[in-house]
């Protein structure tokens, strides 16, 4: 099984600034089958990034996610106040499908 | 609209058994896998399984292997997800979420939810 290590467990940011969250995985994901999610309280969870940098539909562009391998970054260029929320990393590579433990993004 | 809509919330017994459902509208529902993942109280996002829906064809999560059994009926564009023999960790919110690509699972649109409580 491959295991999904995201970090920060927290990070504290304000409006305006960027946001760099990690995802390293215990082996590599070939064909950069990795995904990044979006959750927020009492909503549907939103695909963000698939294929590890390709932007899934009606994504805002500063949104981007970068990697291959081991380590995959998820990058929010400017952040915007609906930006607060749980990101989640996943890998699809091989089964079980798992999902890193998440990063709160939390207002500073 | 494309949308999943989940049933509402459960409370159950231990040994007791679950089915969840999730309606699709808006797509053409045999062309889309459905997956299933759960996620326990202040806990993160666990998957339970697959199951590509034009040939009912499925894949479980080992640990689940046995109690856990995912459905479609197609002339209601609805999945189903039954888990039995409930213990008090199975206590979650359960989503329903689309595949949109068979050899790359990942999910394009997902579920509200449905809070499964398992408490005697």
């Known amino acids: 099984e491959i295991v999904l290590t995201q970090s920060p467990g927290t990070l504290s940011l304000s409006p305006g600034e960027r946001a760099t969250l990690s995802c390293r995985a215990s082996q590599s994901i070939s064909s950069s089958y990795l995904a990044w999610y979006q959750q927020k309280p009492g909503q549907a969870s939103r695909l963000l990034i698939y294929?590890?940098?390709s932007r899934a539909t009606g994504i805002p562009d500063r949104f981007s996610g970068s990697g291959s391998g081991t380590d995959f970054t998820l990058t929010i260029s400017r952040l915007e106040p609906e930006d607060f929320a749980v990101y989640y990393c996943q890998q699809y590579v091989s089964s079980p499908i798992t999902f890193g433990q998440g990063t709160r993004l939390e207002i500073k | 609209q494309v949308q999943l809509v989940q049933s509402g919330a459960e409370v159950k017994k231990p040994g007791a058994s679950v089915k969840v459902s999730c309606k699709a509208s808006?797509?053409?529902?045999?062309?889309?896998?459905i997956s299933w993942v759960r996620q326990a109280p202040g806990q993160g996002l666990e998957w339970m399984g697959w199951?590509?829906?034009?040939?009912?064809?499925?894949n479980y999560a080992q640990k689940l292997q046995g109690r856990v059994t995912l459905t479609t009926d197609t002339s209601t564009s609805t999945a189903y997800m039954e888990l039995r023999s409930l213990i008090s960790d199975d206590t979650a919110v359960y989503y329903c979420?689309?595949?949109?690509?068979?050899?790359?699972?990942?999910?394009?649109?997902w579920g509200r939810g449905t809070l499964v409580t398992v408490s005697s």
């Open positions: 979420a689309r595949i949109p690509n068979w050899g790359e699972e990942y999910f394009d649109l």
């Open positions: 294929g590890a940098s």
């Open positions: 199951i590509r829906v034009h040939n009912g064809n499925t």
């Open positions: 808006g797509y053409t529902f045999n062309s889309y896998g």
